[in-house]
């Protein structure tokens, strides 16, 4: 094997797709925030993708690059190329999730000995030590500063930038109430009590320091983002596998020769060798060759099909059984597995620029407490003249609205509904799942691997027989005993499945694969002949009238029938079939009592998925669809004003599960579908969906319940912190009961009952 002359390749300032990794998002806004800046360089059209802190851009030189990091930056973030190499979607940028973590576990670490030092010590003075107030700001120095920062540094971002967010909040709250306390211990503030409501009053002290609410709010907030950032980190996984279908050298053929050369080189038009068991590298023509390829990945078709020359094959599928030489029609970014990766992930940048409903709120309610702290203190001022009870009321503002039970309304909810899900075999990968879990309408399901097994099975066998007393008569025993026998020695799917049909098939001598046709051999001195209808009519066999309307009868049916002869006489007929799986319909039969349309969307042939479909009582069946194709279908959907919920487990449903609103892929399918699945269902009974959507519902509206909540409690409790009556350390620890009940709320997700069949059935 030689390696391919190198040639020269002009370079030529033409538009490109340029990849950049983006730092510093912290929510929707900042995508869009980058996105417009993007858009606003000349020829530029841009997509930011929150979910995986990509941004692409098209409709400029590779050249241009640096100046849109540079207006990146000007944002207010990070950019870098996208390194290239094997893995088109890897990153250089560090790991938020375990950024993260690391300084949750520090604060969590330094606030729990605070916490209790601080709230002791403050309301029982007779357990006070010199100087316990700076042992308490030592511990809660680092939480502050370092722990915190990722909320001060988005804050002083969107400052620049004249926004608000829930980040404003909750740094200022925190320096707020770190500064006042160190201002109180160093000016000797805290010799005077405090106010507990208007039921009496602190000891002296209690109301100047609030180190621990300060450390509370920090380590409450880095756990609600270290979760949701876990769920996005996951978000590009479907690129990198998809980019992984495809082979990264190719065998081009140049006068007879094969040249190994890696497959982003290769050429349209040039000629490129296939052997048994490879994947093929782009979209091509089959110039030479016969095999059976196995497109389920691309196309859901259970059987591979049987191609040789002037047939068309797509980049990712396998040659299983024969080597082929292919003509390249599209290449590199034009072959439909690269269009899916792209399709996947401009659909996951179309769910991420969805607005939660906390951060839509939010805007509004950030600069609304502000102001009211402002105003709290400008109050005091001029009718109490005291700067210490001013300050007080308004350090008091921030820290009853600092959003705790806002930040922890989604997470908590979230937590407790996927613990919950996954002791009923369903993994929630997010929010975005819930959200679209709310609003599903009309529910689509892959027919092969989804509802049925995804594997062949004999179904039945027809025994032909004969009156000729010499050739003897054929049981359907004799029939799939010698059919199995003689496919025993098959690589080809269909053979496999009928070897599988006899425990120990007897020993054939003489066996030989017809590619695209069936196969042959001799048992017992009987020469055995098996294969579909085109293999008999080359071999002359008459195939009788009974043995047809068996194969169309089959065919029919979306099934397929193969013959079986003995010394040249066609004695049976075998139909094999994608079997139903057994909970299918009672899957099917949920998801309308929950008011949702069936939709079966395969790329099945349309009399197999017609079958499937009346069996099961779908409202609809929409069949021969390719992946992007389905795409199309889901968009077209949603363009009617449906919501969309996505059911598969291939290769082929990966771009369909990422466009659709809510995508779910069961435990069987490949890697890439379960990355591109909102919800990923392990249960086997297919009852699972209904119960998954049911109880993505369920942890939605308790998510609502808790904003509702979150947002009653601030409304009420601003105007008392305002007016003196609750002083920072009775706002913090309402603060924290807001939390409490907000936790609390969650747990009753726990108690949600499924639907379907028992949870065990996933072991």
């Keep these: 094997m030689t390696s391919a002359p190198q040639l020269s390749v002009p370079d030529v300032e033409r538009p490109v797709r340029v990849e950049l990794d983006i730092g510093g998002m912290t929510c929707a806004a900042c995508a869009a925030r980058i996105e417009k800046k993007l858009n606003k360089i000349d020829g530029a059209t841009a997509i930011v993708n929150y979910a995986t802190d990509r941004a692409v851009v098209t409709g400029l030189p590779e050249s241009a690059t640096p100046e849109l990091i540079q207006a990146v930056k000007k944002a207010g973030y990070t950019a870098a190329p996208v390194p290239r190499g094997d893995d088109p979607y ?91 306390s160190v201002i109180s211990i160093s000016l000797g503030l805290d010799d005077q009590p405090g106010y507990w409501l208007f039921f009496g009053r602190t000891p002296a002290g209690a109301d100047s320091i609030y180190l621990e609410v300060a450390a509370a709010v920090t380590t409450f907030l880095l756990a609600g983002r270290y979760f949701e950032a876990r769920a996005r980190r996951s978000a590009a996984d479907v690129l990198t596998a998809l980019n992984e279908l495809a082979p990264k050298t190719v065998r081009v053929v140049i ?12 050429q349209p038009g040039q000629d490129f060798s296939v052997r048994p068991g490879e994947t093929i590298a782009a979209d091509g023509d089959i110039v030479d060759g ?103 009321a308004a350090v008091s503002v921030l820290i009853i609205a600092c959003p705790c039970a806002m930040g922890l309304a989604t997470p908590t909810a979230l937590m407790v509904g996927v613990g919950r899900a996954g002791q009923l075999g369903i993994v929630i990968k997010g929010p975005e799942a819930l959200e679209a879990s709310g609003s599903i309408d009309t529910v689509l399901l892959d027919k092969t691997g989804t509802l049925t097994s995804g594997e062949m099975i004999v179904e039945s066998v027809t025994a032909l027989g004969g009156s000729d007393p010499v050739e003897g008569q054929h049981t359907k025993q004799d029939i799939i005993t010698l059919a199995a026998a003689l496919e025993s020695h098959s690589e080809h799917p269909i053979g496999r499945a009928i070897a599988r049909a006899v425990d120990q098939p007897a020993e054939v001598s003489d066996f030989h694969a017809l590619a695209g046709l069936g196969a042959s051999a001799t048992l017992d001195g009987r020469r055995l002949l098996i294969g579909n209808r085109n293999l008999f009519a080359e071999q002359g066999i008459t195939i009788s009238e009974r043995a047809e309307e068996s194969v169309d009868a089959a065919e029919a049916a979306g099934k397929t ?27 099917v039969a949920a998801l309308r009592e929950l008011g949702l349309t069936t939709v079966l969307l395969t790329g099945d042939n349309e009399r197999a998925a017609v079958s499937v479909g009346e069996s099961l009582e779908v409202d609809r069946v929409i069949a021969g669809v390719l992946p992007t194709g389905k795409s199309a279908v889901i968009e077209e959907l949603q363009a009617q004003g449906k919501r969309v919920a996505m059911v598969g487990d291939g290769i082929n449903d990966a771009t369909a599960l990422a466009t659709a609103n809510l995508g779910l892929a069961v435990l069987n399918g490949t890697d890439i579908a379960l990355k591109s699945a909102d919800m990923i269902l392990v249960r086997k009974h297919l009852g699972v969906i209904a119960d998954a959507i049911q109880l993505a519902r369920r942890t939605l509206n308790t ?61």
């Design 561 to 587: 029938a193969v013959l079986l002869a003995v010394d040249s006489r066609i004695v049976g007929v075998l139909v094999l079939a994608d079997q139903i799986k057994d909970s299918a319909a009672e899957g």
């Design 703 to 763: 998510i609502r319940g808790n904003l509702v909540w979150a947002f009653a409690y601030n409304i009420a409790a601003i105007p008392l912190a305002a007016t003196g009556l609750l002083n920072p350390l009775i706002a913090g620890a309402a603060m924290s009961l807001s939390s409490v009940f907000v936790v609390t709320n969650s747990l009753r997700l726990r108690s949600f009952r499924p639907r379907g069949a028992p949870a065990e059935d996933h072991d």
């Design 90 to 180: 890897a990153t250089s940028r560090p790991d938020r999730a375990r950024m993260l973590l690391r300084r949750l576990l520090v604060a969590a670490l330094l606030t729990l000995p605070l916490g209790n030092l601080a709230i002791v010590l403050a309301l029982v003075p007779d357990l006070r030590f010199p100087y316990w107030q700076w042992v308490c700001v030592l511990l809660a120095i680092p939480v502050v500063f370092w722990c915190a920062w990722p909320f001060h540094r988005a804050t002083l971002r969107n400052l620049r930038h004249g926004s608000f967010s829930m980040d404003t909040l909750v740094s200022l709250g925190v320096l707020a109430a770190f500064f006042w």
């Design 290 to 392: 016969k095999s059976a390829v196995d497109t389920s990945m691309m196309t859901g078709e259970p059987v591979p099909a049987d191609l040789g020359p002037g047939a068309r094959v797509l980049g990712g599928t396998i040659a299983l059984n024969g080597r082929l030489l292919v003509r390249a029609v599209a290449v590199g970014g034009k072959t439909q597995l690269a269009q899916m990766a792209q399709l996947a992930e401009q659909a996951q940048a179309r769910k991420a620029a969805v607005q939660r409903l906390v951060d839509r709120v939010v805007s509004v309610f950030v600069p609304v407490v502000l102001g009211i702290a402002v105003l709290t203190f400008i109050g005091w001022m001029i009718f109490d003249g005291n700067v210490r009870n001013g300050f007080s």
């Design 255 to 266: 006068d007879g020769q094969e040249y190994v050369i890696p497959a982003e080189k290769l």
